[in-house]
């Protein structure tokens, strides 16, 4: 009986400073990496749809809702990626991604496309002007220092990307 509870008291000790630092707060890199990690996949699905959208002529509304619908794909492809690969199934992988970006992309891509749609003719500029991509890396940067701490916030909270980490 005294042996089990040494065994689990010893046990637990290992782990004690992980949780210490867990509950301290959550570290803005921790929260910079989230943010960056679900701005890759954001960025992916926003230039592959500001790219079809000119490229296919479609109207500013239309390019923007391709671009959104491709950010989330690759957000949460590149979340479902990680977890994936800690053995998760699918179906909860998917539910992890969910979690856990879901309020990350929104808030990215409201933020990224309100400035995108801001920029007096960033969106009528087309993939070969100067004025489109830096539009794009001004409206990308914006999102990750607005999202980071949104993401820090919910993975103190346990939420959004704490939920990933549980699985790395």
């Given at each position: 009986?005294?042996?089990?509870?040494?065994a689990y008291h010893?046990?637990?000790?290992?782990?004690?400073?992980?949780?210490?630092?867990?509950?301290?707060?959550?570290?803005?890199?921790?929260?910079?990496?989230?943010?960056?990690?679900?701005?890759?996949?954001?960025?992916?699905?926003?230039?592959?749809?500001?790219?079809?959208?000119t490229a296919a002529?479609?109207?500013?509304?239309?390019?923007?809702?391709?671009?959104?619908?491709?950010?989330?794909?690759?957000?949460?492809?590149?979340?479902?990626?990680?977890?994936?690969?800690?053995?998760?199934?699918?179906?909860?992988?998917?539910?992890?991604?969910?979690?856990?970006?879901?309020?990350?992309?929104?808030?990215?891509?409201?933020?990224?496309?309100?400035?995108?749609?801001?920029?007096?003719?960033?969106?009528?500029?087309?993939?070969?002007?100067?004025l489109f991509w830096?539009?794009?890396?001004?409206?990308?940067?914006?999102?990750?220092?607005?999202?980071?701490?949104?993401?820090?916030?919910?993975?103190?909270?346990?939420?959004?990307?704490?939920?990933?980490?549980?699985?790395?």
């Amino acid at each position: 009986m005294n042996h089990s509870a040494h065994a689990y008291h010893g046990h637990h000790h290992g782990h004690h400073q992980g949780h210490e630092q867990r509950h301290s707060g959550v570290s803005w890199r921790m929260a910079a990496q989230a943010t960056l990690h679900c701005l890759t996949g954001c960025a992916i699905g926003e230039v592959l749809g500001m790219v079809v959208g000119t490229a296919a002529g479609l109207h500013n509304t239309a390019t923007v809702v391709v671009s959104v619908a491709l950010a989330f794909v690759f957000g949460y492809a590149l979340t479902m990626r990680g977890v994936l690969r800690a053995g998760l199934p699918l179906r909860d992988a998917l539910k992890v991604a969910l979690a856990a970006d879901t309020v990350s992309i929104a808030v990215m891509e409201l933020i990224d496309n309100t400035v995108m749609v801001g920029v007096p003719g960033a969106m009528d500029a087309g993939l070969a002007d100067a004025l489109f991509w830096a539009s794009l890396v001004l409206s990308l940067a914006l999102a990750f220092l607005l999202t980071t701490p949104v993401n820090r916030w919910m993975i103190g909270r346990g939420k959004g990307h704490a939920v990933v980490h549980a699985y790395h």
